[in-house]
Antibody, heavy 117, light 109 residues
Framework: QVQLQESGPGLVKPSQTLSLTCTVS??????????WSWIRQPAGKGLEWIGR???????NYNPSLKSRVTISVDTSKNQFSLKLSSVTAADTAVYYC?????????WGQGTLVTVSS | EIVMTQSPATLSVSPGERATLSCRAS??????LAWYQQKPGQAPRLLIY???TRATGIPARFSGSGSGTEFTLTISSLQSEDFAVYYC???????????FGQGTKLEIK
């Protein structure tokens, strides 16, 4: 059973870049025809899809965040990563990584990122 | 962008009763619709995909229906562990953008 685990700083200063990594275990990130996604959830609010990367490396981003988001994959480490630039307090949220073809069948436990000086 | 609208925002139901949750898409998503359950402090859990297919390990009391723009999640006989927030998500192929509904909180009556 594949497992995903987010990691990265829990506190980021305004205007800086948020960087998170999702480590995949129990299977190769390169195997199968899966998309690897990032989703976020502000406290007490709903889910917002940030973007996804395919095993080939192709990416799709939420248009509302596209200018600030980069998702990349490191197959040698079985990881994929999120970078979100020029963060503000509005980017404070729990960030999840997930795997899915369309539906998101496997999720990490989530990591809280707070944007504050 | 396809907008997903869930109703009601909060649903109060007694254990053992049936719960019916709705999700509407602003344009057709065919059957590219999933339902998730989220409990406090936990990641969402996939319940239904393809509008009506239960995910692995999901009890038969959960069922999904609909296509196009109107979808329903039904929980036939509510158990105590079913009280949670439920989200729908569309994953239509074009544009390649996933969107979630705002959620329905299912609470004990």
């Amino acid at each position: 059973q594949v497992q995903l685990q987010e990691s990265g700083p829990g506190l980021v200063k305004p205007s800086q870049t948020l960087s998170l990594t999702c480590t995949v275990s129990g299977g190769s990130i390169s195997s199968g025809s899966y998309y690897w996604s990032w989703i976020r959830q502000p406290a007490g609010k709903g889910l917002e899809w940030i973007g996804r990367i395919y095993t080939s490396g192709s990416t799709n981003y939420n248009p509302s965040l596209k200018s600030r988001v980069t998702i990349s994959v490191d197959t040698s480490k079985n990881q994929f990563s999120l970078k979100l630039s020029s963060v503000t307090a509005a980017d404070t949220a729990v960030y999840y990584c997930a795997r899915g073809i369309g539906q998101l069948a496997n999720w990490g436990q989530g990591t809280l990122v707070t944007v504050s000086s | 962008e396809i907008v997903m609208t869930q109703s009601p925002a909060t649903l109060s139901v007694s254990p053992g009763e049936r719960a019916t949750l709705s999700c509407r898409a602003s344009q057709s998503v065919s059957s590219n619709l999933a339902w998730y359950q989220q409990k406090p402090g936990q990641a969402p859990r996939l319940l239904i995909y393809g509008a009506s297919t239960r995910a692995t390990g999901i009890p038969a009391r959960f069922s999904g229906s609909g296509s196009g723009t109107e979808f329903t999640l039904t929980i036939s006989s509510l158990q105590s562990e079913d009280f949670a927030v439920y989200y729908c998500q569309q994953y239509n192929n074009w544009p390649p953008l996933y969107t979630f509904g705002q959620g329905t909180k299912l609470e004990i009556k």
